[in-house]
């Protein structure tokens, strides 16, 4: 990030309470959507610069802690907060607008809180992070040497400063290749499975709400630790870049959940459409490539007859 994680941090929090207050004034529903579009792109953002800033700013024992309760569980607090402010207040434009007051509580904090002292290292502000970690150190009651950066790593953090980092950067190697596509993997599949099941919430009864309960909280638990996870594998350099990406991709996996929802209809369908085409696979390479029958594998008889039990046993029970 070239402006830094406090500014980012501020500018998003700004985008997102200016454009909830606009949204109050909406004139017809296109207009609102827009705005809405707006309003969230300014959240997540927030979200993810909070979460890098915090990571950055504390220490290794503190972190997973804020990485995980820190911010999941005041999200959780604000989520079921929600119901009861909008029981009282029933005027959605009332309600969007009481919602976002409480953003302006934090405008004080931009002299509070300071800029990470690693992206101002990387980029060649080692006075500044000079100051900001000796400030921290006296907070602490804790004496800092006398000499915090010798004149190796000045010259290699003036070295580094002179580098740009974009997106590219972050398949650019085999390595940080890997760990991007498998992040953004873990992250939308996280993120689809969570709200599939809350889609399908509604339809069960039971011991089969019970299930997806402990299914989603499972979940969630996974969702708050990814962020933590993500963060340390990647450098400084591309860290709020890496979060923000794997962000983004779990937005695709939420925007795919409902037709994961909706593929549950036709369960029996599809069982069958596989089925069917699986076996006319196995002919077809049979006759194809002259193979004896008696050699077919009984791996592959046996993957037949078991869609066409599953099959079977979906047609019974709907």
Known sequence: CRYGRKLVLFGTMAVQTGFSMLQ???PNWEVFCFLNFLVGLGQISNWVSAFVLGSELLGKSTRVIFGTLGICIFYAIGYMTLPLIAYFIRSWRMLLFILALPSLLYIPLWWFIPESPRWLLIKGKVQEAEAILRYAAKKNGVTPPAVLFNELELEDMKAKSKQSYSIIH???TSNIRTITIINLLVWMILTAEYFGLSLSTPNLHGLATALVMAGKFGTSSAFSMVYVHTAELYPTAVRNM??????????VGSIISPYIFYLGSKVEILIEITSIEMEKTLQWSVKRR???????TDQQKWTVMYFQFIYLSNITSW
């Open 170 to 172: 972050l398949f650019k």
């Open 242 to 251: 890496g979060v923000g990406v794997g962000s983004t991709a779990s937005r």
């Open 24 to 26: 109050t004034l909406s």
């Open 290 to 296: 002259k193979f004896n029958p008696a050699l077919v």
